[in-house]
């Protein structure tokens, strides 16, 4: 009879498979106000071994302040048993308790930490066509954040050996470096639409196809803007909002979804509940790179129920500078 135990004839799930390889990436760490306080340098796989999977985590937290004490592991490597499925893939400790839902690339996990004394809601994304992984956590005493950590990944086959690879890593890093304490800032004077397809899958983890999106974006002023969402396909939906923001608080004001959302970095997530009906949007929208092309994962709830989980990425087409100099004569 199947089960959720390894075997030797068992094959690796489909986002095991997608995460073969060693990936680095230098998470930025935030408070719970959404202040930027450091680093923490990770080098991480997830090892297929047929009766086995091993997720280790290898961590150089290079931050100040409280957080530290609190997160810091003093070089110890951070090694656990994974119980890996297209179903569920269940975290054996010690150091992570928990489990994670598979939707195709996208794992959304949620998890106790007993070294760190936090509970995490983790989201991890594989993009291929980018060499990506869009990762953040939310981590938790009970219903109250703590800290946020999020950032991107690259992945590499034989970074140990390969003078490339190694050198591809620094490079990426550096980079991120500078780019993971940017702001959640969307366009402030230049109306454009964001274009892509999202793959949609439903609450029982089936992929029903892709949705495709159009969002049609126009300033008001310095601070919000006008925005139309078509979204065609696996979901039908066409919604208009305007949203504002104030500091990293991001506000949707109706007539069609009202809503807000707060922003850690270049990561903002958000909730957006549509006017009349039981149905709601919870996002986490991510700025990828500084052309403001957007990393979406989006879950839709119907009365209070998952209904859909939906991800993919936006491209931005930049439009008319509508918030030009003025002058009087």
């Given at each position: 009879m199947p089960d959720n135990?390894?075997?030797?004839?068992?094959?690796?799930?489909?986002?095991?498979?997608?995460?073969?390889?060693?990936?680095?990436?230098?998470?930025?760490?935030f408070d719970a106000n959404g202040s930027h306080t450091g680093f923490n340098k990770v080098n991480r796989a997830s090892v297929f071994e047929g009766d086995k999977v091993t997720y280790w985590m290898e961590t150089d937290f290079q931050n100040s302040g409280p957080l530290r004490n609190r997160f810091d592991t003093a070089g110890a490597r951070f090694e656990f048993g994974?119980?890996?499925?297209?179903?569920?893939?269940?975290?054996?400790?010690?150091?992570?308790?928990?489990?994670?839902?598979?939707?195709?690339?996208?794992?959304?996990?949620?998890?106790?930490?007993?070294g760190w004394n936090t509970d995490l809601r983790t989201v991890n994304l594989i993009l291929p066509e980018h060499g990506l992984q869009v990762y953040s956590s939310q981590l938790f005493e009970a219903d109250t954040l703590v800290a946020v950590f999020n950032g991107l990944y690259v992945v590499t086959q034989d970074h140990a050996n390969n003078p490339a690879e190694q050198q591809k890593v620094a490079d990426f890093l550096a980079a991120e470096r500078?780019?993971?304490?940017?702001?959640?800032?969307?366009?402030?004077?230049?109306?454009?639409?964001?274009?892509?397809?999202?793959?949609?899958?439903?609450?029982?983890?089936?992929?029903?196809?892709?949705?495709?999106?159009?969002?049609?974006?126009?300033?008001?002023?310095?601070?919000?803007?006008?925005?139309?969402?078509?979204?065609t396909g696996a979901i039908e939906r066409c919604f208009n909002y305007k949203r504002s923001r104030v500091d990293a608080v991001h506000t949707f004001e109706g007539p069609d979804?009202?809503?807000?959302?707060?922003?850690?970095?270049?990561?903002?997530?958000?909730?957006?509940?549509?006017?009349?009906?039981?149905?709601?949007l919870k996002s986490r929208d991510t700025l990828i790179n500084d052309k403001f092309d957007l990393c979406?994962?989006?879950?839709?709830?119907?009365?209070?129920?998952?209904?859909?989980?939906?991800?993919?990425?936006?491209?931005?087409t930049p439009g008319a500078n509508v918030l030009s100099a003025k002058y009087i004569k």
């Open positions: 135990k390894q075997s030797s004839e068992q094959q690796p799930s489909k986002f095991q498979q997608a995460i073969t390889g060693e990936w680095h990436g230098l998470p930025s760490v994974v119980i890996d499925s297209d179903k569920d893939r269940i975290y054996c400790g010690p150091d992570f308790v928990g489990a994670g839902k598979p939707y195709g690339l996208l794992v959304d996990s949620n998890y106790y930490s007993p500078q780019a993971a304490i940017q702001p959640f800032i969307l366009p402030v004077k230049e109306a454009g639409q964001w274009t892509g397809s999202f793959e949609v899958y439903d609450n029982k983890q089936q992929r029903l196809g892709q949705t495709h999106i159009v969002i049609d974006y126009q300033p008001l002023n310095l601070r919000s803007a006008e925005v139309t969402v078509r979204m979804v009202f809503g807000n959302g707060r922003a850690y970095g270049r990561y903002l997530w958000s909730t957006q509940h549509f006017y009349g009906e039981a149905f709601k979406g994962v989006w879950q839709f709830y119907q009365s209070n129920d998952e209904l859909y989980t939906c991800f993919g990425v936006l491209d931005w």
